[in-house]
């Protein structure tokens, strides 16, 4: 199944009853974004929204709403991507197996980017800013921004589209100080394509052409958030996955635009030119909060006659950017492991948002002739980590060795856990990291972009037996007087809300003299915590709470601290403070009143009953 373009993929999800049609009027201020959660937490189908207050435009969304939708969406070239992944990764199967790769080898070949005249599609109309579809997702975001745009830039010293960057990078398209239709705000985070693109811009004393792509065969938004190996394109692989090449010209200014996308947004980023952009709800749970990020001046917008706006929603995991991270893990499969020696799988824990937490499983080889393992080879693999493209802004790494339990699995939270806390030795498995690079989302550091890490690397036999339910003989000084048991060997403690930062030192005093002499063995890790009961009703809500609202140079404590020749661990439980402090950003809440509207929707005789 070739998409030529975005309507294609609609007409063949609604054939196949994976997409459904909203006819009313609905508004893009918070009305879409609320419809687009609800359906997405129902695992429903995509939604074509047919009458955009404001707009002309009809747009889209929650097309990569669950795993099994974007299995039938590639469903014809998921297996040969996969396989060009694999041999991108180890060439030297190709060379073994040559007949058994040669169709991958074939498609490959075809995915190159195919220059077309201009009178493609896209060059049917021109618009405005303002006309497009404005999407508001949050109460207090910015202005409507695109949430699924493909960012398209060139490298000066090397033109063409087979060095070309395509990035999934958000667009503000209004608000702040922007002139209307104008002016547009483009938001790039750390270890990305475009960043080097504008240094080389910035360098020269030139502005740096960008071209932003909305729309067109879904294969493009996945190619523009997939890491791809080195020298593969991202404009090759999508057409490789669309089996479709990649069409494309430039127009008279000389951008260069998508020939098979819905809209191109066309514009120029002038050095060291920034304007403040933000908030915005992002996928953290959090707002990411206004700063200066490039200004990006509009020279044309263009549509194609069917154009179809398409979007998603961002906020707190699971959304539909964790199905996008399904499909991505599905793609590249086991392509980061072979990067790092003696690394065996790795996951970035979605519902703690990505960045903040790394599971790892790595060898622990150095010493095999010495009887009691403990961690050397998995420090070395923990340092390779987080100084690896985007898996280096990980905040918290744990790592475990293989050898203590083959069948150990990164994707299983609690599991992965509980094998990490009863092997865990305090006084010498944390490796700190501090005044370093975090994730941009990130507010729990010292700045944007600033914070620490922490790498927890574990090997070598259990060495306690966790508590499973607290002790009748347990308690807790004053204030803390809740307290829960999330899973064995980890419980939150509630801080009383009247309690400030400022008093934080006391109340640690206060812990350590009640609990120092405590046998609390099996008891590894104490989180402190706005809410004991929320972080402890799911594992997800405790790996939200605990590793997005902590910066580990400042926020993690221990029972019998001690530094020894600048190393620092505990005798005692390890104690992480994730309240939320006076410098973290608002978390996401939904307006009730949008609320009451979409539950309306859901009625009988609604559009979305049955689906809600």
């Known amino acids: 199944m070739a998409y030529k373009s975005l309507q294609d993929c609609i007409t063949d999800l609604e054939k196949n009853k994976h997409l459904i049609r909203i006819k009313e009027e609905v508004d893009p201020y918070l009305q879409m974004a609320a419809i687009h959660l609800r359906v997405f937490e129902n695992e429903g189908p995509a939604i074509l929204f047919e009458n955009v207050k404001g707009s002309k435009f009809p747009a889209v969304s929650n097309l990569f709403g669950t795993l099994d ?7 014809d070239t998921l297996e040969k991507i996969k396989t060009l992944v694999d041999i991108k990764n180890d060439p030297i199967k190709a060379i073994r197996h040559p007949f058994k790769y040669a169709n991958t080898a074939l498609t490959a070949l075809s995915a190159l980017p195919m220059k077309v005249g201009k009178g493609a599609p896209i060059n049917f109309s021109r618009t405005t800013i303002g006309e497009l579809p404005q999407i508001v997702n949050w109460p207090k975001d910015g202005g409507p921004f695109v949430t699924m745009p493909q960012v398209y830039t060139e490298d000066m010293d090397l033109p063409g589209i087979m060095n070309a960057n395509l990035g999934m990078y958000r667009i503000q398209l209004g608000g702040n100080d922007y002139i209307p239709d104008k002016e547009i705000g483009l938001h790039y985070q750390l270890h990305r394509g475009i960043g080097v693109h504008q240094t080389k811009a910035n360098a020269k004393g030139q502005p740096l052409k960008v071209s932003i792509f909305v729309g067109g065969p879904p294969a493009h938004p996945v190619a523009a958030v997939m890491p ?11 057409g490789a996955l669309g089996n479709r090449r990649f069409r494309y010209f430039y127009d008279a200014e000389g951008f260069c635009i998508s020939a098979d996308a819905d809209f191109v947004i066309t514009g120029t980023v002038m050095p060291m030119e920034n304007k403040p952009e933000g908030p915005f709800g992002d996928h953290l749970g959090y707002y990411s909060l206004a700063h200066p990020f490039p200004l990006l001046k509009v020279h044309n917008v263009y549509h194609r006659k069917d154009a179809v706006w398409s979007f998603t929603v961002v906020g707190r995991p699971p959304q539909e950017d964790t199905s996008f991270g399904a499909l991505i893990h599905e793609i590249t499969g086991s392509a980061i492991p072979k990067e790092i020696p003696g690394l065996h799988a790795v996951n970035a824990v979605d519902a703690a948002g990505v960045h903040p937490l790394l599971f790892a499983i790595g060898s622990e080889r150095y010493t ?36 203590d339990d083959p069948n150990l699995n990164v994707n299983d939270i609690g599991g992965f856990l509980k094998h990490i806390l009863q092997r865990i030795d305090l006084t010498r498995d944390l490796h700190f990291q501090t005044k370093t690079s975090i994730d941009t989302l990130d507010y729990s550091g010292e700045g944007l972009n600033s914070g620490s890490k922490v790498a927890i690397t574990v090997a070598g036999d259990i060495k306690r037996e966790l508590w499973s339910e607290i002790p009748s003989s347990f308690s807790l000084p004053r204030p803390f007087v809740n307290y829960k048991m999330v899973m064995p060997g980890i419980m939150a403690v509630e801080v009383p809300k009247n309690i400030r930062t400022s008093d934080m030192p006391l109340m640690l005093e206060i812990l350590q003299e009640h609990l120092g002499e405590t046998d609390l063995s099996g008891l590894p890790l104490i989180v402190l915590c706005d809410d004991a009961a929320f972080t402890a009703q799911t594992i997800n809500n405790f790996v939200w709470v605990t590793f ?44 009730p009143v949008v609320e009451k509207l979409v539950d309306k929707m859901g009625e009988k005789g609604g559009a979305l009953h049955g689906i809600i």
């Open 69 to 75: 939708r974007s299995r039938f969406i590639f469903r």
């Open 228 to 238: 791809l190996p080195e020298g593969l394109s991202e404009m090759t692989f999508a």
């Open 368 to 403: 095999p002739y010495v009887k009691e393992r403990h961690p050397q080879e998995i420090i070395t693999i923990a340092n390779h980590i987080l100084g690896k493209g985007q898996l280096s802004l990980a905040k918290y790494l744990f790592i475990a060795a293989k050898e």
């Open 548 to 591: 997005t609202r902590s910066n580990p140079s400042h926020d993690i404590y221990g029972i019998n601290s001690f530094t020894e020749h600048k190393h620092w661990g505990c005798h005692g439980p390890l104690m992480i403070d994730a309240r939320i402090k006076p410098h973290h950003a608002p978390v996401l809440e939904r307006d």
